[in-house]
């Protein structure tokens, strides 16, 4: 389609496939070498990053933005349809592609510190190697199914990297958690795959195909339940991926794998990968105002309620991990409310200032040797750089301005703002439950902020409660006074928080003119698809063309602009969060935490409002202990008990047979014929001896004999 | 050799077990080194002309049979000597020849109690003819030869060298399919009367216009059914197969595992299909439900089990059940994803019961609560190995098991023969409820390497010595290994030679 593409676009599969080639090559050669694996990683992921940072320039600079799409024919599926090995290059898949490999450079550089000495340090450079691939596999996919295939791939190296301490059970527990969960909605993705394939039928020999499949919505090929249905159970599989509520429940136990994993699993190669497909597949939802409505709820009820719970953490990860489950809310509800620049725009800010924060946690956890804030205290003095650093992406993640969060944030509450223009609840709902959100996030990272950085270091009781044992025995021992992490961690603590600072400006208000953001995530299907329920709408309703309706039924906003009213009461937001907390908590810990002594608020929080336990108790323990042993008891009794009867009956009428009928009927008439009884029932005897070389002989014999008899006939 | 006229190459590979088993009978009975070698010669042998054959098939014709004999052969009741081989019927029979040298070089080191390596190295000779026939018979007489032939030597294998309850499992196994098999033949009689023809031959009959009435069709293709849906076996008619997994060795366990069951779904594909395509058609949506009913039921009966082996036993069911589904599609892409379904469960089962056998041989116990954990610390390799089989045996893509099963409910959301316009929310609502299948066979699998493979060892182990696996092991099962990637990654090596086959298939069914 792109008139003669640059070679490094031709070239993109190499950034999936090097990643692939280095796990294997890890996992061949890793123990020998002399960094056990890790420079294998390294090497490869420089090399993708390198690649991917020359694929975003050249699609952020062209012009023309179509896609460029090189494929051939993976297997043909039966019925002439035909399952493609492809690619699918544009700016989405640019903006993954650099995201996800310079979270993951990030990760190995600093893994290689802060993995130092563990037992299998090789497998877990393999792993993240694989982790990698899998997820830059499902973004170049050109279709949904090569997309499933990546997808799963990335569901099991979450698996196996949350259960990378697997000889806890716990962490066990957890990575069967996650994979179980994930799982589950994978029913809906893989149902969904297939439905929306199967209103392709007829259309095309590849009904998987991403670009023909959004073709075919836009034109009207696609019938309304194909797209409603579909895209309805696509999005479950997001909202398990992504953690919507209230499949979120496996995301925070996740905090059970190695920190530098929470950081990848929630920056860049899981927990995107729902938003992605989801604006993969935009035009395609943008059809049905069924779809819209259900994202946009979903991610409000979670960007909010999901917020909620950090508030009673004590363990930094878990508050991270929920925080993430917030920003997800908003990218969700973004794409609900026809935000599609804009909810993009929050993942790729999103992943720098988490993969930030993330690994800031990990940093402070390795020098207390405890997940929990009631632990720290006063770390500003002893870790300058992680001090900062976290600052940096505490702001970004509460939206203060000008950070990179402010910028995407505030684009998803202004696509609300827009989408309620058009009259849809959806809209004004994600514009103040955003900002009341927004509240809650800059007070729960306001809150850990104080309690970290400020007051005096508290240090870990000392019978060590704390979860993330690994770390200690791998590090061997207590340390006096917590001390600043070396260069391999602080580094890529500083290069993530200058991206934390300044990713955001290409989508903001100063990038007014071409190329920014918005014009390198869209393509001509983006830029010309109209809404149209919105059309609808506005003809019947007010009696004005869509044209007229101006370009909110255009899924394009148009370049970012200033707004100083959501300026001002986001400042307004940003104040008076970070003033409440510091009047709790701005002189160190508490006796008793207020965020504790909420009453039935704080009992309902701790309990995650009962969806863990509700699923454990009413999905888990049912299926696998009732629903298994009622299974297993049918196969055992009525089933094999009607395979026993029929074998009892036939047994007991062959002993009818024998004493009713041949005994006193037969051989009472017969008697003194050569075949007596006693002749017989001896060799029913021999017969019935259980020697199973004897019933084959028989049953051989049989079948000659009878094969004899046959031929003799005919 | 030309695959156009060497039909004398099928008839080699048939015969060669055949002659390798009376040739062992010549060897002495003390000598177990002797004839443990000569059986891996023989299964060697037979898998070097198979694999011959598999270079020398004419790719470019798969639709079409090749290696073809087709001789008179019981004149009196018109049976022929059919024999041929086309894109269906290579992969399967490619797994018949494969499976028993590995299995006879797994017995090199595993023989299963009491010995007896000459009876029971010939039996499997003698099994392997048979499974490998009936993957090659195009008369049904020869067929059904072939398919009975196939009962007796498993039935010793079980009987045999088979756990404590062997004696119940083999008269189970053998009373069951036997019974079955003859309402299939009455069935074959059937046909071979109403057709009009006076012909056994399977693509004769295949390609006559609609057989009998409606009603015939649907009477003789229930007796079909009863014939094929037990050796599958179908829910409900599973029940003997976890005792006989249970019960039969190790060996026994694959070969079962591995082809016997591919008889039955092969025997739908291949003849009641194409010959009763009308009584398929209303059969079709009873075969979709049962499928179904059993990828859950059977996933269930999973959770609840402590038996290793009778798991994974009971893990057949599950996957049987996709199979079936594909085929209760009743379209191409539907058998495509049966018979790819087929051969994966083939690979990823048979080396499932394979490390399950040599779980007993290191534990002498295949309860997982006994095992208790560790075997990733204990024994690391075997662990390896047994996560990653059961990670392709849960339907990870990119491993062979993800292909039948995606391919089964992709192909069931549209259904062939109209069923799509009377039934389309029944196979919408069976997709449904195959995916969510999935979810449970992730679960027990997952369940299942926790309790054995994670966690630190017991006290009961944590001293034991232990052997991780075993160069003989690893030479048994690298082929295995290696498919079960190779199948994950390059779908089109099963469903590229099986296309053009199966357009053929459904052309002859008016589909």
Redo the contacts between chains.
């Keep these: 389609m792109m008139t003669d593409p640059s070679l490094v676009v031709q070239a993109a599969w190499l950034v999936p496939a090097l990643p692939l080639l280095s796990a294997a090559l890890i996992a061949a050669f890793g123990r020998r070498l002399p960094w056990h694996g890790a420079e294998i990683g390294l090497l490869a992921i420089l090399a993708s990053l390198g690649l991917s940072a020359a694929i975003a320039w050249e699609t952020f600079t062209t012009v023309d933005p179509a896609p460029y799409e090189a494929a051939f024919a993976w297997s043909p599926l039966g019925g002439g349809f035909v399952l493609e090995l492809g690619m699918l290059v544009d700016g989405l898949t640019a903006m993954m592609f650099l995201l996800v490999t310079l979270v993951s450079t990030m990760v190995q550089v600093y893994s290689r510190e802060y993995m130092h000495g563990e037992a299998r340090f090789t497998y877990y450079y393999a792993m993240l190697s694989l982790f990698t691939f899998s997820m830059l596999f499902l973004v170049i996919s050109n279709n949904t199914l090569q997309a499933v295939v990546g997808w799963e791939l990335v569901g099991l190296c979450s698996f196996l990297l949350i259960g990378f301490y697997w000889e806890e059970k716990s962490n066990q527990d957890a990575a069967n958690k996650a994979f179980l969960t994930t799982k589950f909605g994978d029913v809906g993705l893989i149902v969904g795959v297939i439905v929306l394939s199967a209103g392709m039928f007829g259309l095309t020999d590849t009904p998987f195909n991403f670009l023909e499949t959004i073709d075919a919505a836009v034109a009207g090929q696609l019938s309304t339940s194909t797209i409603v249905l579909g895209m309805l159970l696509i999005f479950l599989g997001c909202v398990s991926k992504s953690g919507q509520m209230p499949l979120h429940v496996w995301l925070p136990d996740a905090m059970a794998g190695p920190t530098p994993v929470s950081a990848l699993i929630h920056a860049a190669t899981m927990v995107t990968a729902g938003v992605f497909l989801l604006a993969r597949l935009f035009p395609v939802l943008a059809q049905s105002a069924t779809v819209m409505a259900v994202i946009a709820v979903v991610g409000v009820i979670t960007l909010f309620f999901g917020g909620l719970l950090a508030l009673v953490q004590d363990d930094i990860k878990k508050i991270l991990a929920y925080s993430t489950i917030s920003q997800l809310g908003y990218m969700v509800a973004a794409i609900g409310v026809g935000g599609y620049t804009a909810s993009i725009f929050h993942l790729f800010t999103h992943g720098f200032f988490k993969a930030l924060l993330f690994l800031g946690a990990g940093s402070l956890i390795h020098a207390v040797h405890s997940n929990n804030i009631s632990a720290m205290g006063g770390m500003r003095r002893f870790m300058p750089h992680t001090f900062w650093t976290f600052t940096v992406g505490s702001l970004a993640l509460a939206g203060f301005p000008l950070t990179a969060g402010f910028f995407s944030k505030d684009e998803i509450l202004i696509a609300g703002d827009l989408w309620a223009l058009n009259g849809l609840a959806t809209g004004t709902a994600v514009y103040w439950v955003g900002l009341a959100a927004a509240f809650v996030t800059t007070f729960y990272m306001a809150r850990a902020w104080f309690l970290i950085f400020f007051g005096e270091h508290r240090g870990a009781p000392h019978d060590d409660t704390h979860d993330d044992g690994h770390d200690e025995v791998a590090h061997g021992g207590h340390h006096a006074e917590p001390h600043e992490s070396g260069r391999q961690i602080t580094v890529p603590l500083m290069i993530l928080a200058v991206l934390s600072l300044t990713a955001g400006l290409i989508g903001s208000p100063f990038a007014q003119e071409r190329p920014n953001f918005e014009s390198w995530t869209s393509t001509p299907v983006i830029e010309e698809t109209t809404y149209p329920f919105l059309a609808e709408f506005a003809t019947a309703g007010v009696g004005v063309s869509a044209a007229e309706k101006g370009p909110s039924a255009k899924i394009l906003h148009g370049p970012p602009s200033w707004h100083p009213d959501l300026l001002l009461i986001v400042l307004g937001v940003f104040g008076g969060a970070v003033g409440l907390a510091w009047r709790f908590y701005g002189r160190g810990l508490p006796e008793r935490d207020p965020m504790l002594q909420m009453g039935g608020l704080t009992r309902v929080l701790v309990n995650k409002y009962g969806f863990d336990d509700a699923g454990y108790r009413y999905v888990v323990v049912p299926v696998r202990d009732r629903m298994s042993a009622w299974a297993t008891r049918i196969s055992n009794d009525v089933i094999d008990g009607a395979v026993a009867g029929v074998g009892t009956a036939t047994k007991r009428m062959a002993q009818t047979t024998y004493t009713a009928v041949d005994q006193r009927i037969i051989d009472g008439g017969v008697n003194g014929a050569a075949f007596s009884a006693a002749w017989w029932s001896a060799r029913l005897r021999r017969i019935q001896s259980g020697d199973v070389q004897r019933y084959a002989g028989a049953l051989v014999a049989g079948v000659i004999l009878l094969v004899l008899a046959f031929v003799a006939v005919r | 050799m030309d695959p156009n006229t060497a039909g004398w190459v099928l008839i080699a590979a048939l015969a060669l077990p055949l002659v390798g088993a009376a040739l062992m009978l010549l060897l002495p009975k003390d000598d177990e080194v002797r004839i443990k070698r000569f059986a891996v010669l023989v299964t060697g042998v037979a898998f070097a002309l198979v694999a011959a054959m598999t270079a020398a098939f004419d790719y470019g014709r798969s639709g079409e049979l090749q290696f073809v004999t087709d001789v008179a052969w019981?004149d009196?009741?018109n049976a022929r000597f059919h024999l041929g081989i086309d894109g269906i019927s290579l992969p399967l029979f490619f797994l018949s020849y494969l499976l028993p040298l590995l299995s006879a070089i797994y017995t090199t080191k595993h023989l299963p109690e009491p010995g007896k390596p000459k009876a029971f190295l010939g039996l499997m000779l003698l099994l392997q003819t048979g499974m490998a026939g009936t993957f090659v018979a195009f008369d049904l007489i020869l067929f059904f030869i072939f398919f009975?032939l196939v009962l007796?030597p498993m039935?010793?294998m079980i009987?045999?060298w088979g756990g404590p309850r062997r004696?119940y499992a083999?008269?189970?196994f053998?009373?069951?399919t036997l019974f079955g098999s003859i309402f299939m033949l009455v069935s074959f009689l059937a046909v071979y009367f109403q057709s009009g023809l006076r012909s056994w031959d399977i693509v004769e009959l295949s390609n006559a216009s609609m057989i009998g009435s409606t009603t015939f069709q649907t009477w003789a293709f229930l007796g079909m059914f009863l014939g094929f849906a037990i050796k599958v076996p179908m829910w409900?008619f599973?029940?003997?197969l976890?005792d006989a997994h249970t019960e039969a060795p190790t060996v026994g366990s694959v070969l079962l595992a591995g082809v016997l069951l591919k008889i039955g779904t092969y025997g739908f594909i291949r003849i009641a299909l194409p010959i009763l395509p009308g009584g398929a058609e209303r059969f079709a949506p009873v075969i979709g439900v049962l499928a179904v009913i059993g990828i859950i039921?059977g996933s269930?009966?999973?959770?609840?089990?402590t038996d290793i082996k009778r798991l994974i036993a009971f893990s057949s069911v599950g996957h049987m059940g996709f199979v079936m589904l594909g085929i209760a599609a009743m379209?191409?892409?539907?058998?495509?994803?049966a018979l790819f379904g087929n051969i994966a469960h083939g690979v990823i089962t048979g080396m499932l019961f394979f490390l399950a056998g040599s779980l007993h041989e290191r534990y002498h116990t295949r309860d997982m609560h006994v095992i208790g954990g560790g075997m990733?610390?204990k024994i690391p390799r075997y662990g390896v190995l047994l996560t990653y089989v059961a990670?392709a045996s849960l339907g990870?893509?990119?491993l062979a098991g993800?292909?039948g099963e995606?391919?089964a409910?992709?192909?069931a959301?549209?259904p062939g023969f109209g069923l799509a316009d009377r039934y389309g929310g029944l196979y919408l609502a069976l997709?449904?409820f195959a995916?969510?299948g999935?979810?449970?066979t992730?679960?027990y699998f997952?369940?299942m390497l926790?309790r054995v493979?994670?966690?630190?060892p017991t006290e009961k182990w944590a001293g034991a010595e232990l052997d991780d696996v075993l160069r003989i092991e690893w030479v048994a099962w690298t082929p295995l290994l290696v498919l079960v990637l190779a199948l994950g990654v390059?779908?089109?090596l099963v469903?590229?030679v099986?296309?053009a086959a199966?357009s053929v298939l459904l052309r002859t069914m008016g589909g």
């Design positions: 019981i009196a009741i009975e007796v039935f010793f009987g045999m004696d083999s008269v189970k053998f009373l069951y409900p599973h029940t003997w976890p039921y269930l009966c999973c959770l609840a089990q379209n191409e892409a539907g058998i495509q994803a990733l610390m990670v990870l893509p990119g993800f292909w995606f391919g409910m992709w192909a959301i549209s997709v449904v995916a969510i999935t979810v449970l992730a679960g997952l369940w926790q493979n994670l966690g630190r390059f779908p089109r469903f590229g099986q296309d199966v």
